[in-house]
Protein backbone atom coordinates (compact mmCIF):
# COMPACT_ATOMS: atom_id res chain seq x y z
CA UNK A 1 0.00 0.00 0.00
CA UNK A 2 1.32 3.20 -0.61
CA UNK A 3 1.35 6.67 1.11
CA UNK A 4 -2.00 7.82 -0.62
CA UNK A 5 -3.94 4.91 0.42
CA UNK A 6 -2.78 5.35 3.97
CA UNK A 7 -4.09 9.03 3.83
CA UNK A 8 -7.55 7.20 2.55
CA UNK A 9 -7.15 4.75 5.65
CA UNK A 10 -6.56 7.92 8.21
CA UNK A 11 -10.30 9.62 7.12
CA UNK A 12 -11.73 6.10 7.04
CA UNK A 13 -10.72 5.15 10.26
CA UNK A 14 -11.42 8.71 12.18
CA UNK A 15 -15.33 8.47 10.54
CA UNK A 16 -15.24 4.83 11.88
CA UNK A 17 -14.15 6.21 15.18
CA UNK A 18 -16.34 9.40 15.23
CA UNK A 19 -19.28 7.16 14.84
CA UNK A 20 -18.40 4.71 17.46
CA UNK A 21 -17.88 7.69 20.05
CA UNK A 22 -21.24 8.76 19.28
CA UNK A 23 -22.25 5.20 20.64
CA UNK A 24 -22.77 5.78 24.65
CA UNK A 25 -21.23 2.72 26.63
CA UNK A 26 -20.78 3.96 29.71
CA UNK A 27 -20.46 1.66 32.43
CA UNK A 28 -22.17 1.19 34.36
CA UNK A 29 -24.64 0.33 33.08
CA UNK A 30 -22.36 -0.70 29.60
CA UNK A 31 -25.07 -0.74 27.08
CA UNK A 32 -21.87 -2.50 24.96
CA UNK A 33 -24.86 -4.48 22.74
CA UNK A 34 -25.21 -1.36 20.75
CA UNK A 35 -21.27 -1.20 20.18
CA UNK A 36 -20.96 -4.85 19.14
CA UNK A 37 -23.95 -4.29 16.69
CA UNK A 38 -21.96 -1.17 15.26
CA UNK A 39 -19.10 -2.78 14.82
CA UNK A 40 -20.66 -6.03 13.61
CA UNK A 41 -22.33 -4.10 10.80
CA UNK A 42 -19.54 -2.77 9.52
CA UNK A 43 -17.50 -5.93 9.54
CA UNK A 44 -20.31 -7.45 7.32
CA UNK A 45 -20.11 -4.73 4.99
CA UNK A 46 -16.68 -6.02 4.41
CA UNK A 47 -18.16 -9.14 3.90
CA UNK A 48 -16.67 -10.62 7.28
CA UNK A 49 -18.90 -12.39 9.21
CA UNK A 50 -18.96 -11.85 12.99
CA UNK A 51 -20.32 -14.23 16.51
CA UNK A 52 -22.25 -12.19 18.81
CA UNK A 53 -21.98 -13.14 22.74
CA UNK A 54 -24.43 -11.81 24.88
CA UNK A 55 -23.74 -12.97 28.57
CA UNK A 56 -26.59 -10.62 29.81
CA UNK A 57 -29.69 -8.50 27.84
CA UNK A 58 -27.81 -5.17 26.24
CA UNK A 59 -24.44 -6.66 26.56
CA UNK A 60 -22.64 -7.97 24.37
CA UNK A 61 -18.63 -9.41 23.19
CA UNK A 62 -18.05 -9.76 19.52
CA UNK A 63 -15.51 -12.33 17.76
CA UNK A 64 -14.63 -11.94 14.02
CA UNK A 65 -12.24 -14.30 12.65
CA UNK A 66 -9.98 -14.00 9.13
CA UNK A 67 -8.84 -17.73 8.75
CA UNK A 68 -5.13 -18.30 8.22
CA UNK A 69 -3.55 -22.13 6.85
CA UNK A 70 -3.07 -23.58 10.53
CA UNK A 71 0.95 -23.31 10.27
CA UNK A 72 1.20 -21.27 13.24
CA UNK A 73 -1.17 -20.35 16.16
CA UNK A 74 -3.87 -17.68 16.27
CA UNK A 75 -3.19 -14.07 17.40
CA UNK A 76 -6.08 -12.50 18.95
CA UNK A 77 -7.05 -8.74 18.37
CA UNK A 78 -8.50 -7.34 21.66
CA UNK A 79 -10.24 -4.11 22.77
CA UNK A 80 -13.27 -3.66 25.14
CA UNK A 81 -16.22 -1.38 24.25
CA UNK A 82 -17.25 0.03 27.36
CA UNK A 83 -15.72 3.66 28.93
CA UNK A 84 -15.76 5.62 31.68
CA UNK A 85 -18.73 7.63 32.71
CA UNK A 86 -18.31 11.70 31.26
CA UNK A 87 -21.06 12.88 33.26
CA UNK A 88 -20.70 16.25 35.47
CA UNK A 89 -17.49 16.99 34.08
CA UNK A 90 -16.62 20.40 32.25
CA UNK A 91 -15.86 19.38 28.58
CA UNK A 92 -14.67 21.78 25.72
CA UNK A 93 -16.27 19.53 23.01
CA UNK A 94 -19.75 16.84 23.49
CA UNK A 95 -18.16 13.65 24.67
CA UNK A 96 -20.32 11.47 23.11
CA UNK A 97 -20.59 13.58 19.86
CA UNK A 98 -17.84 12.43 18.20
CA UNK A 99 -16.53 15.89 17.05
CA UNK A 100 -13.65 15.54 14.53
CA UNK A 101 -11.93 19.38 15.13
CA UNK A 102 -8.24 20.81 15.11
CA UNK A 103 -6.79 17.51 13.51
CA UNK A 104 -8.19 15.35 16.37
CA UNK A 105 -11.19 12.87 17.39
CA UNK A 106 -12.94 14.21 20.54
CA UNK A 107 -14.88 12.26 22.52
CA UNK A 108 -15.03 9.47 25.71
CA UNK A 109 -13.06 6.48 24.79
CA UNK A 110 -10.91 8.32 21.80
CA UNK A 111 -7.98 7.07 23.34
CA UNK A 112 -9.29 4.41 26.24
CA UNK A 113 -10.33 1.99 24.35
CA UNK A 114 -12.24 2.66 21.29
CA UNK A 115 -9.48 3.87 19.18
CA UNK A 116 -7.46 0.50 19.43
CA UNK A 117 -10.44 -0.88 18.44
CA UNK A 118 -10.53 0.75 15.56
CA UNK A 119 -7.23 0.27 14.67
CA UNK A 120 -7.69 -3.03 14.93
CA UNK A 121 -10.43 -2.66 12.98
CA UNK A 122 -9.40 -1.59 10.12
CA UNK A 123 -6.20 -3.37 10.11
CA UNK A 124 -8.19 -6.31 10.38
CA UNK A 125 -10.05 -5.45 7.32
CA UNK A 126 -6.82 -4.52 5.81
CA UNK A 127 -6.00 -8.08 5.82
CA UNK A 128 -9.20 -8.91 3.69
CA UNK A 129 -9.07 -6.27 1.45
CA UNK A 130 -5.68 -6.83 0.09
CA UNK A 131 -6.14 -10.71 0.33
CA UNK A 132 -3.16 -11.37 2.13
CA UNK A 133 -2.93 -15.11 2.81
CA UNK A 134 -2.62 -15.74 6.63
CA UNK A 135 -0.44 -18.48 8.64
CA UNK A 136 -2.36 -17.47 11.38
CA UNK A 137 -5.86 -17.01 12.63
CA UNK A 138 -6.24 -13.22 13.02
CA UNK A 139 -9.26 -12.89 15.28
CA UNK A 140 -11.00 -9.56 16.64
CA UNK A 141 -12.39 -9.81 20.32
CA UNK A 142 -14.45 -6.91 21.33
CA UNK A 143 -15.93 -7.31 24.70
CA UNK A 144 -17.90 -5.37 27.46
CA UNK A 145 -16.97 -4.29 31.42
CA UNK A 146 -13.64 -4.00 31.37
CA UNK A 147 -13.75 -0.69 33.18
CA UNK A 148 -15.96 -2.40 35.82
CA UNK A 149 -13.64 -6.36 36.27
CA UNK A 150 -14.86 -7.81 33.19
CA UNK A 151 -17.23 -10.32 34.87
CA UNK A 152 -19.33 -10.70 31.42
CA UNK A 153 -16.60 -9.77 28.96
CA UNK A 154 -12.87 -11.06 28.91
CA UNK A 155 -13.39 -13.52 31.72
CA UNK A 156 -16.57 -14.37 30.50
CA UNK A 157 -15.63 -15.24 27.30
CA UNK A 158 -12.43 -17.10 28.79
CA UNK A 159 -14.57 -19.09 31.39
CA UNK A 160 -17.26 -19.71 28.54
CA UNK A 161 -15.99 -19.82 25.05
CA UNK A 162 -12.08 -20.73 25.67
CA UNK A 163 -12.12 -22.82 22.15
CA UNK A 164 -13.07 -19.95 20.52
CA UNK A 165 -10.61 -17.45 21.25
CA UNK A 166 -7.86 -19.52 22.09
CA UNK A 167 -4.60 -17.94 21.24
CA UNK A 168 -1.07 -17.65 21.02
CA UNK A 169 -0.65 -14.05 21.05
CA UNK A 170 -2.76 -11.15 22.13
CA UNK A 171 -3.13 -7.61 21.32
CA UNK A 172 -4.63 -5.09 23.90
CA UNK A 173 -4.49 -2.32 25.75
CA UNK A 174 -1.77 -1.18 28.37
CA UNK A 175 0.65 0.80 27.18
CA UNK A 176 1.16 3.81 24.44
CA UNK A 177 3.90 5.19 22.75
CA UNK A 178 5.13 9.02 24.10
CA UNK A 179 7.25 11.65 23.38
CA UNK A 180 8.41 14.67 25.36
CA UNK A 181 8.00 12.55 28.93
CA UNK A 182 11.36 10.66 28.95
CA UNK A 183 14.49 11.66 26.83
CA UNK A 184 13.93 13.03 23.29
CA UNK A 185 12.92 10.07 21.41
CA UNK A 186 9.54 8.60 20.91
CA UNK A 187 9.11 5.40 23.60
CA UNK A 188 6.81 3.17 22.86
CA UNK A 189 6.50 1.04 26.41
CA UNK A 190 4.81 -2.04 25.35
CA UNK A 191 2.80 -3.56 28.74
CA UNK A 192 4.22 -7.09 29.35
CA UNK A 193 3.03 -7.38 32.50
CA UNK A 194 0.83 -5.77 35.06
CA UNK A 195 0.45 -4.44 39.08
CA UNK A 196 -2.36 -6.91 40.50
CA UNK A 197 -5.40 -4.87 41.62
CA UNK A 198 -6.81 -5.27 45.08
CA UNK A 199 -9.25 -3.25 46.93
CA UNK A 200 -8.73 -3.42 50.64
CA UNK A 201 -11.31 -1.96 53.00
CA UNK A 202 -10.52 -0.39 56.58
CA UNK A 203 -13.74 -0.34 58.67
CA UNK A 204 -14.22 1.47 62.23
CA UNK A 205 -16.90 0.60 64.56
CA UNK A 206 -18.24 0.68 67.64
CA UNK A 207 -20.03 3.52 70.20
CA UNK A 208 -21.43 6.25 68.11
CA UNK A 209 -23.59 8.75 69.70
CA UNK A 210 -24.41 11.92 70.06
CA UNK A 211 -22.73 14.67 67.85
CA UNK A 212 -22.11 16.97 71.00
CA UNK A 213 -20.19 14.21 72.87
CA UNK A 214 -18.85 10.76 71.22
CA UNK A 215 -14.76 10.68 71.78
CA UNK A 216 -12.22 8.44 69.71
CA UNK A 217 -15.36 7.62 67.81
CA UNK A 218 -15.14 4.81 64.93
CA UNK A 219 -14.95 8.81 62.47
CA UNK A 220 -11.89 10.12 64.18
CA UNK A 221 -10.02 6.55 64.92
CA UNK A 222 -10.77 6.02 60.88
CA UNK A 223 -9.17 9.02 60.27
CA UNK A 224 -6.00 8.55 62.56
CA UNK A 225 -5.67 5.42 60.45
CA UNK A 226 -5.58 7.00 57.09
CA UNK A 227 -3.10 9.63 58.64
CA UNK A 228 -0.70 7.09 59.21
CA UNK A 229 -0.85 5.45 56.29
CA UNK A 230 -0.80 9.20 54.18
CA UNK A 231 2.69 9.27 55.12
CA UNK A 232 3.52 5.53 53.62
CA UNK A 233 4.98 4.92 50.53
CA UNK A 234 6.25 1.25 49.69
CA UNK A 235 9.94 0.47 49.00
CA UNK A 236 11.30 0.26 44.93
CA UNK A 237 11.87 -2.79 43.68
CA UNK A 238 13.48 -3.42 40.26
CA UNK A 239 12.42 -6.65 38.79
CA UNK A 240 13.66 -8.26 34.80
CA UNK A 241 10.90 -5.94 33.12
CA UNK A 242 11.95 -2.49 34.99
CA UNK A 243 15.47 -3.55 34.23
CA UNK A 244 14.97 -4.32 30.82
CA UNK A 245 12.70 -1.05 30.66
CA UNK A 246 15.89 0.96 32.13
CA UNK A 247 18.61 -0.28 29.81
CA UNK A 248 16.41 0.22 26.67
CA UNK A 249 15.21 3.63 27.87
CA UNK A 250 18.71 4.64 28.61
CA UNK A 251 19.18 4.89 24.41
CA UNK A 252 16.74 8.39 24.81
CA UNK A 253 19.70 10.02 26.99
CA UNK A 254 22.91 11.09 27.14
CA UNK A 255 26.12 10.25 29.42
CA UNK A 256 26.45 9.97 31.88
CA UNK A 257 22.27 9.48 32.24
CA UNK A 258 22.53 7.07 30.31
CA UNK A 259 25.13 5.01 31.53
CA UNK A 260 23.43 5.33 35.07
CA UNK A 261 20.11 4.01 33.44
CA UNK A 262 22.01 1.14 32.25
CA UNK A 263 23.18 0.03 35.89
CA UNK A 264 20.01 1.15 37.61
CA UNK A 265 20.06 -2.46 39.13
CA UNK A 266 23.89 -2.05 40.66
CA UNK A 267 23.80 -0.71 44.67
CA UNK A 268 26.32 2.87 43.63
CA UNK A 269 23.48 3.12 40.52
CA UNK A 270 20.47 2.59 42.10
CA UNK A 271 19.91 5.74 44.04
CA UNK A 272 20.45 7.99 42.08
CA UNK A 273 18.63 6.37 38.85
CA UNK A 274 15.22 5.58 41.48
CA UNK A 275 15.51 9.56 42.82
CA UNK A 276 15.31 10.08 39.15
CA UNK A 277 12.22 8.22 37.96
CA UNK A 278 10.52 8.55 41.01
CA UNK A 279 9.76 12.13 40.20
CA UNK A 280 7.76 11.13 37.05
CA UNK A 281 4.19 9.90 38.30
CA UNK A 282 3.40 7.42 35.83
CA UNK A 283 6.68 5.77 36.20
CA UNK A 284 7.00 5.77 40.15
CA UNK A 285 3.94 4.18 39.85
CA UNK A 286 5.52 0.49 37.86
CA UNK A 287 8.28 1.09 40.96
CA UNK A 288 6.25 -0.09 44.04
CA UNK A 289 2.88 -1.18 45.46
CA UNK A 290 0.67 2.05 46.17
CA UNK A 291 -2.38 2.89 48.13
CA UNK A 292 -4.36 5.51 47.26
CA UNK A 293 -8.11 6.21 49.34
CA UNK A 294 -10.73 6.65 47.07
CA UNK A 295 -14.32 6.15 48.51
CA UNK A 296 -15.16 7.14 52.05
CA UNK A 297 -18.31 6.14 53.88
CA UNK A 298 -19.20 7.22 56.96
CA UNK A 299 -22.87 9.08 58.77
CA UNK A 300 -25.90 10.27 57.27
CA UNK A 301 -26.49 13.27 60.04
CA UNK A 302 -24.88 16.64 61.00
CA UNK A 303 -25.53 16.12 65.22
CA UNK A 304 -24.98 12.02 64.94
CA UNK A 305 -21.40 10.63 65.58
CA UNK A 306 -21.90 7.04 62.96
CA UNK A 307 -21.06 3.54 64.52
CA UNK A 308 -19.26 3.03 61.65
CA UNK A 309 -16.73 4.62 59.13
CA UNK A 310 -15.17 3.23 55.95
CA UNK A 311 -12.33 3.77 53.56
CA UNK A 312 -11.94 2.15 50.61
CA UNK A 313 -8.56 1.96 49.55
CA UNK A 314 -7.22 1.09 45.70
CA UNK A 315 -4.10 -0.76 46.28
CA UNK A 316 -1.89 -1.83 43.42
CA UNK A 317 0.70 -4.69 44.37
CA UNK A 318 3.90 -5.49 42.15
CA UNK A 319 3.78 -8.90 40.65
CA UNK A 320 6.32 -10.24 43.06
CA UNK A 321 4.50 -8.81 46.16
CA UNK A 322 3.01 -11.39 48.53
CA UNK A 323 -0.91 -9.87 49.75
CA UNK A 324 -1.36 -11.54 53.04
CA UNK A 325 2.35 -9.66 53.87
CA UNK A 326 1.39 -6.96 52.40
CA UNK A 327 -2.55 -6.35 54.47
CA UNK A 328 -0.54 -7.53 57.70
CA UNK A 329 2.09 -4.57 56.89
CA UNK A 330 -1.32 -2.08 56.22
CA UNK A 331 -2.55 -3.30 60.17
CA UNK A 332 1.36 -1.86 61.45
CA UNK A 333 1.07 0.73 60.09
CA UNK A 334 -2.48 1.20 61.37
CA UNK A 335 -1.38 0.30 64.77
CA UNK A 336 -4.93 -0.07 66.00
CA UNK A 337 -6.88 -3.46 66.40
CA UNK A 338 -9.87 -2.28 66.50
CA UNK A 339 -9.76 -1.16 63.14
CA UNK A 340 -11.07 -4.49 60.68
CA UNK A 341 -8.59 -4.94 57.63
CA UNK A 342 -10.47 -6.76 54.51
CA UNK A 343 -9.31 -7.03 50.79
CA UNK A 344 -10.67 -8.88 48.06
CA UNK A 345 -8.54 -11.13 46.61
CA UNK A 346 -6.23 -10.41 43.85
CA UNK A 347 -6.08 -12.79 40.91
CA UNK A 348 -1.96 -13.82 40.47
CA UNK A 349 -0.99 -12.31 37.24
CA UNK A 350 0.53 -15.18 34.50
CA UNK A 351 4.46 -14.68 33.68
CA UNK A 352 5.32 -11.59 32.10
CA UNK A 353 5.05 -12.20 28.40
CA UNK A 354 8.86 -12.16 26.84
CA UNK A 355 10.15 -9.35 24.52
CA UNK A 356 12.41 -12.14 23.04
CA UNK A 357 9.24 -12.87 20.74
CA UNK A 358 8.07 -13.13 17.04
CA UNK A 359 4.79 -10.32 18.53
CA UNK A 360 7.10 -8.45 19.47
CA UNK A 361 9.91 -8.19 17.57
CA UNK A 362 6.97 -7.97 14.59
CA UNK A 363 5.46 -4.89 16.62
CA UNK A 364 8.79 -3.06 17.29
CA UNK A 365 10.17 -3.61 13.21
CA UNK A 366 6.41 -1.72 12.47
CA UNK A 367 6.84 0.67 14.67
CA UNK A 368 10.41 1.97 13.07
CA UNK A 369 9.38 1.58 10.18
CA UNK A 370 6.68 4.21 10.92
CA UNK A 371 9.06 6.34 13.55
CA UNK A 372 12.94 5.18 12.99
CA UNK A 373 13.80 7.30 15.82
CA UNK A 374 11.68 5.16 18.43
CA UNK A 375 12.63 3.44 21.21
CA UNK A 376 10.31 -0.06 21.74
CA UNK A 377 10.60 -1.31 25.16
CA UNK A 378 8.46 -3.34 27.48
CA UNK A 379 7.00 -1.97 30.59
CA UNK A 380 5.00 -3.25 33.51
CA UNK A 381 2.30 -1.58 33.65
CA UNK A 382 0.64 -0.10 36.98
CA UNK A 383 -2.73 -0.72 35.80
CA UNK A 384 -5.00 -3.66 35.39
CA UNK A 385 -6.04 -4.26 32.00
CA UNK A 386 -8.12 -7.80 30.95
CA UNK A 387 -4.42 -9.31 29.79
CA UNK A 388 -4.04 -10.49 32.96
CA UNK A 389 -7.22 -13.12 32.55
CA UNK A 390 -5.18 -14.21 29.14
CA UNK A 391 -2.05 -14.59 30.68
CA UNK A 392 -3.14 -16.41 33.83
CA UNK A 393 -4.12 -18.78 30.61
CA UNK A 394 -0.29 -18.77 28.97
CA UNK A 395 -0.84 -16.67 26.21
CA UNK A 396 1.58 -14.19 25.67
CA UNK A 397 -0.32 -10.39 26.03
CA UNK A 398 1.05 -7.43 24.80
CA UNK A 399 -0.52 -3.85 25.46
CA UNK A 400 -0.23 -1.01 23.42
CA UNK A 401 -2.38 1.84 22.02
CA UNK A 402 0.77 2.16 19.04
CA UNK A 403 0.65 6.08 18.35
CA UNK A 404 2.91 8.77 19.64
CA UNK A 405 1.44 10.66 22.82
CA UNK A 406 2.10 14.37 24.36
CA UNK A 407 1.91 14.04 28.49
CA UNK A 408 -1.31 16.27 28.22
CA UNK A 409 -3.35 14.01 25.65
CA UNK A 410 -2.48 11.09 28.20
CA UNK A 411 -3.85 12.82 30.99
CA UNK A 412 -7.42 12.93 29.03
CA UNK A 413 -7.49 9.62 29.55
CA UNK A 414 -10.57 8.52 31.76
CA UNK A 415 -10.12 12.61 32.00
CA UNK A 416 -12.15 15.78 30.56
CA UNK A 417 -11.46 16.04 26.53
CA UNK A 418 -10.22 12.68 25.54
CA UNK A 419 -8.79 13.03 21.92
CA UNK A 420 -6.71 11.23 20.03
CA UNK A 421 -5.32 12.70 16.36
CA UNK A 422 -5.76 11.56 13.26
CA UNK A 423 -1.99 11.52 13.04
CA UNK A 424 -1.83 9.02 15.42
CA UNK A 425 -5.05 6.78 14.32
CA UNK A 426 -3.36 6.42 10.86
CA UNK A 427 -0.11 5.98 12.05
CA UNK A 428 -1.49 3.29 15.09
CA UNK A 429 -3.63 1.73 12.27
CA UNK A 430 -0.32 1.09 9.91
CA UNK A 431 1.62 -0.22 12.87
CA UNK A 432 -1.22 -3.24 14.01
CA UNK A 433 -1.43 -3.73 10.07
CA UNK A 434 2.40 -3.85 9.36
CA UNK A 435 2.85 -6.22 12.35
CA UNK A 436 0.12 -8.88 11.39
CA UNK A 437 1.47 -9.06 8.19
CA UNK A 438 4.86 -9.58 9.78
CA UNK A 439 3.42 -12.02 12.26
CA UNK A 440 1.12 -14.00 9.90
CA UNK A 441 1.42 -13.22 6.40
ZN1 LIG B 1 -9.11 0.73 28.81
Redesign the pocket.
Known amino acids: MNDADWVGIENEAASVLSRYIQIDTTNPPGNEREGAEFLGDWLSGESIPVTMYHPVPDRANLLAVLKGDGSRSPVLLLH ?1 IDVVPAAGERWSRDPFGGVVEDGHVWGRGAI ?2 KSLGVMHLMAFALLRRQSVRLKRDVMMLAVSD ?2 MGGAVGSKWMIDNHWDDIRSEYLWD ?1 GGVGTLGIVGDRPVFAVSVSEKRSVVVILRAGGAGGHGSMAANAPVERLLAALECLRGWSGSVELGPVTIEFLTRLSKTQSFPASWLMRNASRPWGRPLVVGKLSAIPSIDAMLRDTIRVTMLRAGDSANVSPDIAEAVLDVRLLPGTDQGGFLQLVRDVIDDETIEVQATEALTGGAASPSDSDFFRALEQAVLGSSPDAIVTPIQTPVA ?1 DSRFFRQRGVKAYGINPGIFTQSEIETIHGVDERISLRNLGMGTRIVYESLLDLCG
Request: proline residues 0%.
Open positions: HDNEEET
